[in-house]
């Protein structure tokens, strides 16, 4: 039975909970009660959020793992059942962003992106799923995906593909738990938009000269420091909607179901993605005419 007041005892594994919407979550969950596991390649991080959290009188552990590195997220699950016996809740958050126009993305770049926000996601279903089906008790896996899952975006080609794959392994994953009649739930977190660095973070680690791009990263962090949801806060709205069952999580009700239904009338009428010069405007970002040439024949649909 789905009950609005789940997710009060018990263990949630968080990755890429050092910082943003996964540092929300695992602080939310625990003021709810939870054992929080603050999973992160920064160890320092996942230790600061982690000790934050204890001293508010909360219980938490940090981890420091790799997503990206089955063998190590396996250990950490083998670790967490052996010494909790189950996990009731496991969010997978850790990603990163990537800016630049898809043809100038560096190659080991987009192997990263995808390695990060793909397969980080498959290695923790793949790690977890098995050990919460012997454990026979009540659990939910939910992955997060973003809007730029349901819709694309000019120069985010890479993360726009991982967000969208990420969404496909959760549908998937949905009906393949539902063929065993296992009593795990599985549910997409889609964010709009939720204090973060994730653009300052990705222009910092993979820089690119393209004007436009930088631009629109700029717009957007800019934005998200402006009018972004405190992460906490997401995290309450969101951890109540994944209480009540929902497949579809979202952080803003309005904007994200907006999203859904302009891919769906974009696909039904079969029309080609929208003008990215109008996602500019929008953006006040004013688009030279010497960059017109850069970007005029790709789509984008905010």
Same mark, same amino acid.
């Given at each position: 039975?789905?009950?609005?007041? +789940?997710?009060?005892?018990?263990?949630?594994?968080?990755?890429?909970? #050092?910082?943003g919407i996964g540092e929300g979550f695992v602080r939310h969950l625990a003021s709810r009660g939870m054992t929080v596991v603050v999973a992160d390649i920064d160890a320092r991080g996942a230790e600061r959020v982690a000790n934050d959290i204890r001293q508010d009188g909360h219980s938490a552990i940090a981890y420091t793992v790799d997503v990206t590195d089955f063998d190590a997220v396996d250990a950490m699950a083998q670790s967490l059942f052996n010494r909790h016996g189950a996990v009731e809740l496991l969010i997978n958050n850790a990603g990163i962003e990537t800016a630049g126009l898809t043809w100038e993305v560096d190659v080991e770049r987009w192997k990263r992106v995808m390695e990060i926000n793909v397969d980080g996601v498959f290695h923790a279903v793949?790690?977890?799923?098995?050990? %919460?089906?012997? #454990?026979?008790?009540?659990?939910? =896996?939910a992955n997060v995906s973003s809007v730029g899952g349901i819709n694309s975006v000019a120069v985010q080609g890479p993360y726009i593909v991982s967000k969208f794959a990420v969404l496909a392994l959760t549908?998937?994953?949905?009906?393949? =738990?539902?063929l065993i009649d296992a009593d795990i739930q599985v549910s997409v977190i889609v964010p709009h938009s939720v204090r973060s660095n994730i653009f300052h973070a990705a222009r910092s680690d993979a820089p690119t000269d393209n004007p436009v791009a930088n631009a629109?990263?700029?717009? %957007?962090? +800019?934005? /998200?420091?402006?009018?972004?949801?405190?992460?906490?806060?997401a995290a309450a709205h969101m951890t109540d909607a994944l209480a009540k069952g929902e497949f579809w999580v979202f952080?803003?009700?309005?904007?994200?179901?907006?999203?859904? /239904?302009?891919?769906?009338?974009?696909?039904?009428?079969?029309?080609?993605?929208?003008?990215?010069?109008?996602?500019?405007?929008? %953006?006040?970002?004013?688009?030279?005419?010497?960059?017109?040439?850069?970007?005029?024949? %790709?789509? #984008?649909?905010?």
């Open positions: 039975m789905v009950r609005s007041d +789940r997710f009060g005892t018990g263990v949630a594994v968080v990755t890429g909970a #050092a910082a793949k790690a977890f799923v098995p050990r %919460m089906i012997e #454990a026979k008790k009540p659990a939910c =896996v549908e998937s994953l949905h009906q393949d =738990v539902s629109v990263f700029d717009a %957007m962090q +800019r934005d /998200n420091d402006r009018t972004g949801l405190d992460p906490v806060e952080s803003h009700e309005d904007l994200c179901t907006q999203s859904l /239904n302009r891919r769906a009338s974009q696909l039904t009428d079969r029309r080609p993605p929208s003008d990215p010069r109008a996602m500019l405007e929008r %953006m006040g970002i004013e688009l030279r005419f010497d960059q017109i040439s850069a970007v005029h024949s %790709m789509g #984008a649909d905010t």
